[in-house]
């Protein structure tokens, strides 16, 4: 069944409202410091309006910053940047993990990183954890949730897993589960978001990769997962989608 977040009850054939999204702690993972805004800023933005959003930086990502900068300033950058994000769209401040596997991918460090996103998913015991989906084709999105899926095998709480798609990894149609359609207020926010990482910018327009993304999706997945083809079903001009699963954690 697809689900559509829409925050408030609202009656949509063939989908029913998600509405237990509140008064929920929230551990949102972002392999680098831009990935929250570009693939799930919006979605955020609302679920910080009624539960504890807690965004955390997987990897450092300097090597994303122009060469001209030193590695220790890069870093700091980066870091600036997410904390900016994390105000604007109205989450807690970030967490920076900083794991070993990013500068040395060894199993040993493997290990470590693995090891750390356990701590803090069993210090915060989040009832929600977003990551980038389990198909991503970027090394390091894959890895991250990687670390993250197999955390969750060593704790008994159940929690929700939803599942962001990239740029580099668009999901298939049969993976999209949860449909959130996003009002001007909250695209503008989301986009603010992105802007907020002007260093990445400077390589890439994830301004206009965002758009396209969220265009694309109100415009095709109505009639594709909800209405039937050949409807003429809305949901509006900018949606963000994702794949969720409640997961029961199991020592």
Not at 117 to 133: E, G, M, N
Not at 146 to 154: C, G, H, P, Q, T
Not at 196 to 215: C, Y
């Amino acid at each position: 069944m697809v689900q559509v977040y829409t925050g408030k009850v609202r009656k949509i054939k063939g989908a029913k409202v998600l509405k237990n999204y509140k008064g929920k702690t929230v551990l949102a993972f972002s392999p680098h410091s831009d990935d929250l805004s570009i693939c799930a800023g919006g979605f955020l933005f609302r679920l910080a309006k009624e539960n504890k959003v807690i965004p955390v930086l997987g990897f450092t990502g300097w090597r994303g910053v122009s060469k001209k900068v030193a590695k220790k300033n890069a870093i700091a950058l980066r870091e600036k940047e997410m904390k900016k994000e994390a105000k604007v769209l109205g989450m807690e401040k970030p967490v920076y993990m900083g794991l070993d596997s990013y500068d040395k991918d060894t199993a040993k460090n493997r290990r470590k990183d693995k090891q750390a996103v356990k701590d803090v998913i069993t210090k915060v015991q989040p009832d929600v954890i977003l990551v980038p989906s389990r198909a991503d084709t970027q090394p390091r999105h894959k890895l991250l949730t990687d670390f993250v899926v197999k955390a969750l095998k060593n704790t008994d709480k159940e929690v929700t897993m939803v599942y962001y798609e990239t740029p580099w990894s668009l999901f298939e149609a049969d993976q999209i589960n949860l449909l959130v359609p996003l009002s001007k207020e909250v695209k503008e926010k989301k986009m603010k978001g992105v802007k907020s990482h002007k260093s990445q910018l400077v390589r890439n327009d994830f301004i206009k990769i965002s758009k396209a993304m969220l265009e694309h999706r109100a415009l095709v997945l109505p009639e594709q997962l909800i209405g039937g083809f050949g409807s003429k079903l809305s949901l509006g001009s900018w949606m963000e989608v994702f794949s969720f699963e409640t997961v029961k954690r199991t020592k």
